[in-house]
């Protein structure tokens, strides 16, 4: 039912942002004031927020439970009108439900997050894979099924007056991943020196790079557009200027930019769509 409902609320402002502003893609940044996550553009993330929303409400009717409670024993049992306080020292039926309801709520909660956990894990499907490799303080990005050429991410804009031509402060980078909408993409990631985090909150992904370690996670973004993150693993003294920036465009630019990027590359042009060049490793299996 939440899944449902949040499909139907970004739906509806997916509508009103492209009729107020046709032409133009998502873009999915902080903004100054926010109290609530960026709008989820992929299917973990809707259901991320799903969860955040249950959650939300079992703990605000737990803090509203608890602080009545509190309020209704300070008056009830003030020392003016209880001269005499009680002794009691045991009562089964108030012992038991201080039991069981909290074993019956964390059961509430530990079902849809042990399925969260196990939908963002790995992906079932990949159409294509994308390795991620931090460095201090950079990201590193190649596509094992395009020739595996390397793309150096690193920070745009430090400052105000290096945030220029759309470039956003601590966000934008020189060289953003760039991966087609409506493809399961398969992440690898790896660290070349210390632990970094890879982090697009609009996808629902954070993943840890780990020197000598690969990990493993996916995204399938639903909208065209820009998204930003950040590396959330304290790495050294640059730590903050690490962005994570994904340029997610339609299918026709991405095979466009591939083309491109394998020329600067010295690499052939692909012959294959996504979908075959990910299902070709499976089926020589």
């Not at 020292?89 to 038991?96: C, P, R, S, W, Y």
């Amino acid at each position: 039912m939440g899944l449902k409902l949040n499909r139907a609320v970004i739906g509806l402002s997916s509508l009103i942002a492209g009729t107020a502003l046709p032409g133009l893609a998502l873009a999915a940044q902080p903004e100054h004031w926010q109290l609530n996550m960026q709008p989820a553009v992929t299917p973990v993330a809707e259901q991320m927020h799903s969860f955040h929303d249950l959650l939300l409400w079992i703990i605000i009717t737990i803090s509203v439970f608890v602080a009545g409670l509190l309020v209704y024993v300070m008056f009830k049992f003030r020392s003016g009108a209880n001269p005499n306080p009680s002794k009691t020292a045991h009562n089964t039926l108030i012992e038991v439900l201080w039991t069981v309801a909290p074993i019956m709520i964390l059961v509430v909660i530990a079902i849809p997050s042990f399925r969260l956990l196990y939908v963002s894990d790995k992906a079932a499907d990949a159409e294509m894979t994308v390795k991620v490799q931090g460095y201090q303080w950079y990201w590193a990005y190649s596509y094992p099924d395009e020739g595996e050429f390397v793309v150096e991410s690193r920070i745009a804009a430090r400052t105000e007056a290096e945030a220029t031509d759309g470039k956003i402060r601590l966000l934008s980078t020189d060289n953003p991943l760039v991966v087609p909408v409506d493809t399961t993409i398969r992440v690898i990631l790896t660290s070349d020196n210390v632990i970094h985090s890879w982090a697009v909150p609009a996808f629902g992904v954070q993943k840890y790079t780990t020197p000598g370690h690969a990990n493993e996670t996916w995204f399938k973004a639903e909208q065209t557009g820009t998204f930003y993150g950040m590396c959330q693993q304290i790495c050294g003294a640059d730590h903050g200027f690490m962005p994570v920036e994904v340029k997610v465009v339609s299918k026709e630019e991405y095979a466009a930019w591939i083309a491109a990027q394998k020329a600067q590359a010295g690499l052939t042009p692909a012959t294959t769509s996504v979908a075959e060049a990910a299902a070709a490793p499976a089926a020589q299996n």
